[in-house]
């Protein structure tokens, strides 16, 4: 996450960025000849007038004036701002806008840069981004899901703390309360809250005229959920498949409960090591990201392809759809395999897939999560709405992918396209560059250790690293060690994992760029190599790259003995090696005292 003086930082350079673009366009809209998707349904040829900011009138029949500007509308079709129900958006917020998402529910996200953006919605200038609804901190309980970032946040461990917490939320600037229910997976386990403390926390936010939504990792914490009064889950969950019987539960009890549900196919895909190929093969949506922004669609958490896993997803939606519960498009963009705005066109088209009407997926991301979230100015289009507004060549209402054939997009009345142009020549520029790579020394060796000092030919060099940058309480140090059968000099790592982080680990890292976490284009390399050996315990070889907060891993084991290991690039799922920023070699997940050698460290091209 950025720190709170960076984030200070970028919104007063977007504040002031804002204020010339709103000087350039103060501009009447006349959208003539236009099908209109209105948030429900199709209006053919109507005359839309856009002026200060909103939506004057839906079928303009008066004089037309010089100061008016005239889009012709003829085989396009004009559709509310579109809007992504969950993301995290720390990160990337240039991108948004640029794909017609007007509106970003944002379910977790610095208290600091919450205040800032409500404080710049409600000053009316904020047409350079998309608006920002937020959760600010979201409830959990100590080592729970949410802890993991880095970011001190507010924990709970029983009912009676709620409503103080919900109450601290909401003076905070909190649109409404989100609520996590995750024990975890492959990658760990989280502490999570008790269904008590999650029934109290929904309670108080209704007590407050709040929204309580609820993150969810399995059917069990679903129904738990739903029962306890959520009005809304904010994933589904990854699975090869329901049975009817358990589908009929889950759809009768969201039903009842008037419940809506986002089930983030986006993230559930990268969970599933399955890419958003079709988006990925779309030449106009690629066009907009930059090489760091581009890599992250293919960093995806799961890293073999596994799309029988999107079953259960799949068939629970279209089971909801059918009974007309309310299903809101989002992507929980800001995690890997997904990408803002961008991964909301994918949304669309998957949510399609999954068996909703083209339609329906188009009301999925306007006037359902306008409802949803009590968004009463936008969502729409109608007399006294939101001027946010997304115009493309053909009929999305019966071909979903009409949403990507964009003509203009509008924010509180402004026109986007300066801001389309001005990213696609930064992204051609960056693409015509040519890249500079590290060299590599001969042999490859990016290890030069010694009773000195943990040397290198280029970057910031070998240091210590742990979960204590992060809160965790693991330990880790490093004395020399004996030379291996080649004459190597090898350092031994001891390292204590200890809880205190949700991902507990401990280690010795490479930090390839000129600066710490600096970005190194080391693709003269396809592979690393390494000799290690230890206390026969299992070890996880972790690259970091620009743009991704979470790294790619393989794991390597130790024995008694000297032995090489060779792990490829390409086994690294959605490593860019251009962009890489940490190699290191780590102890953890498990708790636990540890200890191996390691020496002779390459990178090489084979």
């Not at 720190?3 to 366009?25: E, M």
């Not at 001027?387 to 026109?415: C, F, N, S």
């Not at 590290?438 to 060796?445: F, Q």
């Not at 204590?468 to 350092?491: F, N, R």
Request: glycine content about 8%.
């Amino acid at each position: 996450m950025k720190s709170t003086s960076v984030l200070k930082f970028a919104f007063g350079c977007l504040s002031l960025i804002g204020s010339l673009y709103a000087q350039a366009d103060q501009s009447t809209y006349l959208i003539q000849n236009v099908r209109v998707f209105d948030g429900e349904h199709i209006l053919s040829k109507q005359q839309v007038l856009i002026k200060l900011g909103k939506i004057q009138d839906l079928n303009f029949k008066g004089k037309i004036s010089a100061d008016m500007k005239l889009i012709e509308g003829r085989g396009r079709t004009l559709l509310p701002g579109l809007m992504d129900a969950h993301v995290h958006a720390f990160k990337d917020q240039d991108l948004p806008l640029l794909y017609g998402v007007t509106t970003q529910i944002d379910m977790f996200s610095a208290v600091s840069q919450m205040q800032e953006m409500n404080k710049r919605m409600a000053q009316h200038d904020n047409f350079q981004n998309p608006d920002l609804i937020s959760a600010g901190t979201l409830a959990t309980a100590p080592g729970g899901h949410g802890t993991e970032y880095g970011m001190k946040i507010e924990t709970l461990t029983a009912p009676d703390q709620a409503q103080a917490w919900v109450d601290k939320r909401i003076a905070e600037g909190s649109h409404f309360i989100k609520i996590v229910m995750e024990k975890g997976g492959s990658f760990g386990r989280f502490n999570t809250l008790d269904l008590a403390t999650v029934k109290a926390l929904i309670d108080a936010a209704h007590a407050r005229h709040k929204l309580a939504v609820v993150h969810i990792g399995s059917y069990e914490d679903a129904v738990d959920a739903l029962e306890a009064g959520a009005d809304g889950l904010v994933h589904l969950f990854i699975g090869k498949d329901l049975s009817e019987a358990q589908i009929s539960r889950f759809v009768q009890l969201a039903r009842e409960k008037k419940a809506f549900v986002i089930p983030t196919f986006s993230v559930l895909e990268s969970m599933a090591g399955v890419k958003p190929k079709e988006a990925q093969q779309d030449v106009n949506l690629m066009a907009l990201l930059d090489t760091a922004q581009a890599q992250i669609l293919n960093a995806t958490y799961g890293s073999t392809e596994k799309s029988e896993l999107l079953n259960a997803p799949m068939r629970l939606t279209a089971a909801l759809a059918q009974a007309g519960v309310p299903i809101l498009a989002g992507t929980d963009a800001g995690n890997n395999g997904t990408q803002f705005g961008i991964s909301l066109q994918h949304e669309l088209a998957v949510l399609v897939k999954a068996g909703l009407t083209p339609l329906a997926a188009l009301r999925a991301a306007t006037a359902a999560p306008a409802q949803a979230f009590h968004l009463d100015d936008r969502g729409r289009i109608a007399v006294g709405k939101k001027a946010d507004l997304l115009l493309v060549e053909g009929e999305p209402d019966h071909d979903i992918l009409a949403t990507r054939h964009i003509v203009e997009i509008w924010k509180d009345g402004h026109a986007v396209s300066p801001l389309r142009e001005e990213k696609l020549q930064k992204v051609r520029e960056q693409k015509q560059k040519k890249s500079t790579g590290v060299a590599l020394p001969e042999n490859g060796r990016i290890s030069d250790f010694s009773a000195d000092k943990l040397a290198s030919p280029f970057g910031s060099g070998w240091m210590m690293s742990s979960d204590s940058v992060v809160g965790g309480k693991s330990d880790v140090h490093w004395s020399l060690a004996d030379q291996t059968e080649q004459g190597d000099q090898a350092i031994l790592i001891q390292a204590k994992v200890r809880s205190g982080f949700s991902f507990p680990w401990a280690g010795l890292a490479f930090y390839a760029g000129v600066q710490p976490m600096q970005t190194a284009d080391l693709s003269a390399a396809n592979t690393l190599k390494f000799k290690v050996k230890g206390d026969g315990k299992n070890y996880r070889v972790a690259i970091n790259v620009e743009g991704s907060y979470i790294p790619l891993m393989q794991t390597f084991n130790t024995t008694d003995q000297w032995q090489e290991v060779s792990i490829p690039f390409a086994r690294f799922s959605g490593m860019d090696p251009r962009l890489i920023t940490v190699i290191a070699f780590n102890a953890g997940p498990e708790e636990g005292d540890y200890a191996f050698q390691i020496a002779d460290v390459r990178l090489l091209k084979e």
